[in-house]
């Protein structure tokens, strides 16, 4: 069993900063790309970043700049640190990781269950 929780999620004022967490637990060999997606009401999930294991991150053209992804590797762990947050970044964060669970498996994608952000002006 695999578990993916996020954390950090909540309100705050445009201009604002959070920071997301998440914890990946279970049976777990190795965690390879990890990554933050977001979905807004009546919207489609729409990709935030991604992180390989090697440390490699990519963004979304809109995040660039205000988000940064990281991940603690001792800990199962990946955060999103958000400044600048504007009230169109108001969605559910999910998280996303590819997880291997043993050594002769092939990568599995486990989501986590949503953290709401919410961006008042």
């Known amino acids: 069993q695999v578990q993916l929780v996020e954390s950090g999620g909540g309100l705050v004022q445009a201009g604002g900063s959070l920071r997301l967490s998440c914890v990946a637990s279970?049976?777990?060999?190795?965690?390879?790309?990890m990554g933050w997606y977001r979905q807004a009401p009546g919207k489609q999930r729409e990709l935030v970043a991604t992180?390989?294991?090697?440390?490699?991150?990519n963004y979304a053209d809109s995040m660039k700049g205000r988000f940064s992804i990281s991940r603690d590797y001792a800990k199962n762990t990946m955060y999103l640190q958000m400044n600048s947050l504007k009230p169109e970044d108001t969605a559910v964060y999910y998280c996303?990781?590819?997880?291997?669970?043993?050594?002769?498996?092939?990568?599995?994608?486990?989501w986590g269950q949503g953290t709401q952000v919410t961006v008042s002006s």
């Open positions: 996303l990781a590819q997880i291997q669970r043993t050594l002769f498996s092939s990568d599995t994608p486990y």
């Open positions: 279970g049976s777990i060999f190795s965690i390879n790309t």
């Open positions: 992180v390989t294991s090697g440390g490699m991150a």
